[in-house]
């Protein structure tokens, strides 16, 4: 009986044992994928940051292009030394990681790649903002000459005024978009200020066009201080009640 005793704990602690080496193998078995998750994440991170670099960087180097080609100089920013040491270390880390002997992952958080993927990132928004800076610069170089004074409202011509809303609006904004984007919105600027130009010229025809005394109404109408009422005269009254004219003027009472 004693023997059978000691057969049964015999069994139950081998059961035992082999459960808990069960548990230990399956403990490490996610120990090891859990190791393996950080790896790759690690690798990831590091490679979308340098991706999204090289991305900015590139779109930097085709803006400036597409700029000097528009004949827009920008301001090369000043680009401090680690930010140039940070190319040759970002290199040679790429180079290593083709080696299998290399660990990837450590080296991927040593301070060398992180201050140099730091560094490019700074290089990178360095670059953007002095080319917004240029783009802008031209933005209010063809901002024309009383782009935001009031202007002759010609009655009857709602879309002339809708045109000159929205020139004002576009050549009154700062570039904030993508970089990629600022030499298509230089010339969308370089246009409006073309459309500005023939928006005078029909501006003018029209107003030449006009009795003296109803031009004269038009131009004070369209000033600050507007049209004192002395100037609505019987000419200038059969004007605004024709064709419903008028609708486009208020009287104030100072």
């Not at 690690?42 to 670099?53: D, F, G, K, Q, Y």
């Not at 030394?81 to 080296?107: C, F, G, W, Y």
């Not at 009154?172 to 409006?192: C, K, V």
């Not at 131009?219 to 200038?236: C, K, L, N």
Request: proline fraction near 6%; charge should be neutral; include cysteine.
């Amino acid at each position: 009986m004693t023997e059978s005793l000691h057969a049964a704990a015999g069994s139950s602690y081998g059961s035992i044992a082999d459960r808990a080496n069960q548990a230990l193998l399956a403990l490490a078995d996610q120990a090891d994928r859990k190791k393996t998750e950080v790896e790759l994440n690690t690798i990831s991170t590091a490679c979308n940051r340098a991706e999204a670099l090289t991305a900015r960087l590139a779109h930097c180097s085709d803006s400036a292009a597409e700029l000097a080609v528009r004949g827009v100089a920008y301001p090369r920013p000043s680009v401090p030394p680690q930010a140039i040491k940070s190319i040759p270390n970002l290199r040679r880390v790429a180079t290593l990681a083709t080696d299998p002997s290399q660990d990837l992952t450590e080296r991927l958080r040593t301070g060398a790649v992180q201050e140099s993927l730091k560094w490019a990132e700074s290089t990178a928004k360095l670059l953007e903002q002095s080319l917004q800076k240029a783009g802008n610069a031209e933005r209010e170089r063809l901002q024309p000459e009383g782009l935001n004074q009031p202007i002759a409202a010609m009655p009857g011509s709602e879309s002339l005024q809708v045109r000159i809303s929205r020139i004002r609006s576009a050549l009154s904004r700062p570039f904030t978009g993508p970089i990629d984007e600022l030499p298509a919105a230089i010339d969308g600027w370089r246009q409006h200020a073309s459309n500005w130009e023939d928006i005078q010229d029909e501006l003018s025809r029209r107003l030449a066009d006009l009795p003296p005394e109803i031009k004269a109404f038009i131009e004070a109408a369209a000033s600050e201080g507007g049209a004192p009422w002395r100037m609505v005269t019987t000419a200038v009254r059969e004007w605004l009640d024709t064709n419903a004219r008028g609708d486009g003027y208020k009287v104030r009472k100072w």
